[in-house]
RNA sequence: GGCCCGGUGGUCAAGCGGUUAAGACACCGCCCUUUCACGGCGGUUUCACGAGUUCGAAUCUCGUCCGGGUCACCA
């Protein structure tokens, strides 16, 4: 039998920020899709007409991009199925509503908010929901003289008081809740906009979608699902419901992701200089395990080698340590030329103008380097000679100290003086050969040069480099700088 | 609180009745070395607890505890 195209979607609502739960909930949709050769869709959910952010659709749009979650239907490009706003497709759900009604599987409800709140506040938890049923059982002359009367109202599903509904998903087996614990939910809000949980049955119906794919916040809401979907006859989709991910709170516990994590949002991460192939490889990791527990995957290496029984139940915590170390990884997997394009903005922040040897620059940085925000901290000692102690000269190790320092600058200055092609490579020879000449450790010699020429005890790369980078005029500048500091 | 779902080192995790319980991040030590990083080698730390089933349980069952989710005219 010919197997039926996987279909999935991804189903934001637009609320301008997206954090790398909802990123992770889009990726995993496209992973099952693409993995087995089916159709990933994207459908904005903008049924919360109070909550609308202007702009925020784009803000979809371009993270998508560019973590390259390519969609083969969706607003911007149309499809068969479209469109694929739920605010253009209103008139739509309604019709479904009143079949419901009709039906007797839905009804109309009069009641006023103010009524629910008293409700809520009062009688807490005596109903499902905290809603009453007080109009399921309306007479049907009452309701139709609300209705010509043009009382608000909203559109209530039925649910059934007796029994229990079950149904079974991929992830987490086979799930049953007692139908007593069901809310008659709202259908359709008296703006007449559909709820996310109606539209969302609806479209995905429309939309042949066959693999429901989402964060398990929704586990306890799926009954209600299933229960729309066999009210209409239609066959429910495979559920996939996804472990959340976990943010720590100041305090040390953990909940689900939220804005309140600090920089858990794709913008902010970018920002903090993560790379968009470092996130998705990172998220893509966090409730999911290859078979063969591999951990550096492409895009396309994720589609490859996804499989939805590799997806755990357990939630898991975000952690940043492995996310920077994965950017790190993917930093120094990056070719020269590159690496060059990427850091370039930030060299730009130290050196506007100025003309620097870029390739010496990006060879001592690669490696060091998790993130390339960290760049101009690093590299401003270049611009810059730090004011420094002289106790920076003493090291045991290279067996250096005050005195031997002075010797040493004195030594490398003619020798570096003479070079005229200042290059890592010369300046390796002339110094190296100095230190064997005078019969002394590398370091010896190495060491004062260094601290001399950065003024700093850490730096990036070898003094060799610095020299390099610094250029002739200025690295014997500061090494005669450092000959003043020492008295000599 | 009711209901639902989870629980393998600090974190991500493999494991599917018999393993010395993988691997990665983090941490520590050593090597390399002119500092730092990269790289290499090694180490610390784990099956929440209690009963059962079984010759044998991290793996199966039950209970307890702990954690999370959910209970809106939000999605």
Request: charged share 25%.
């Amino acid at each position: 039998m010919q197997q039926k195209t996987v279909r999935t979607r991804f189903a934001p609502s637009p609320t301008g920020f997206m954090h790398v739960g909802n990123l992770r909930t889009a990726l995993y949709e496209y992973l099952i899709a693409k993995s087995l050769g089916g159709t990933f869709v994207l459908r904005i959910e903008d049924t919360d007409q109070e909550r609308l952010v202007p702009g925020a659709v784009d803000v979809i749009y371009k993270t998508l991009e560019k973590v390259g979650l390519k969609h083969d239907e969706g607003p911007d490009i149309g499809g068969k199925f479209g469109p694929y706003i739920q605010s253009e497709r209103k008139d739509i759900y309604k019709p479904y509503a009143e079949q419901l009604v009709r039906e007797g599987r839905a009804y109309y409800c009069f009641c006023t908010k103010e009524r629910l709140e008293a409700l809520h506040e009062g009688k807490e938890g005596e109903f499902p929901g905290g809603y009453d049923r007080h109009c399921r059982d309306l007479p049907k002359e009452e309701v139709e003289r609300l209705l010509e009367s043009g009382v608000p109202y909203v559109i209530r599903q039925r649910m059934p008081i007796e029994g229990s509904t079950t149904f079974n998903d991929v992830v987490y087996g086979s799930i049953t809740i007692e139908n007593k614990e069901l809310e008659d939910q709202i259908l359709i809000k008296s703006d007449g906009y559909p709820t996310y949980n109606f539209a969302n049955v609806i479209d995905d119906h429309l939309m042949h979608i066959t693999h429901v794919v989402r964060g398990c916040e929704y586990l306890t809401s799926t009954p209600k699902y299933n229960l729309l979907y066999q009210a209409f006859g239609w066959e429910v989709p495979t559920y996939v419901h996804l472990p959340l991910i976990m943010g720590k709170n100041e305090d040390g516990s953990v909940s689900k992701l939220s804005k309140r994590h600090g920089s858990t949002g794709f913008e902010d991460l970018m920002k903090e200089g993560y790379l968009p192939q470092t996130i998705i490889n990172y998220i893509a990791l966090l409730g999911w395990c290859p078979k063969d527990n591999r951990e550096l995957f492409t895009l396309p290496e994720l589609v490859e080698n996804f499989s939805i029984d590799g997806i755990s139940k357990s939630p898991a915590v975000f952690d940043y340590d492995k996310l920077t170390w994965f950017n790190g990884e993917y930093i120094r997997a990056m070719s020269e030329e590159e690496f060059i394009q990427n850091a370039m903005p930030y060299f730009k922040e130290v050196f506007p103008d100025k003309e620097m040897n870029w390739k010496v620059l990006a060879s001592i940085l690669q490696p060091r380097i998790t993130k390339f925000t960290q760049i101009p901290e690093m590299i401003v000692f270049l611009k810059e000679l730090p004011d420094y102690s002289t106790d920076f000269f003493v090291n045991k190790k290279s067996k250096t100290n005050l005195e031997n320092s002075v010797q040493m600058l004195k030594e490398a200055l003619p020798v570096l003086e003479e070079i005229n092609d200042w290059t890592v490579e010369v300046i390796h020879d002339a110094l190296i050969g100095l230190a064997q000449k005078l019969e002394v450790k590398n370091g010896t010699l190495l060491w004062p040069v260094r601290i001399a020429a950065a003024g700093m005890l850490v730096t990036p790369g070898g003094a060799m480099e610095i020299l390099a980078i610094l250029g002739k005029e200025e690295s014997i500048r500061r090494l005669r700088l450092g000959l003043e500091k020492l008295g000599a």
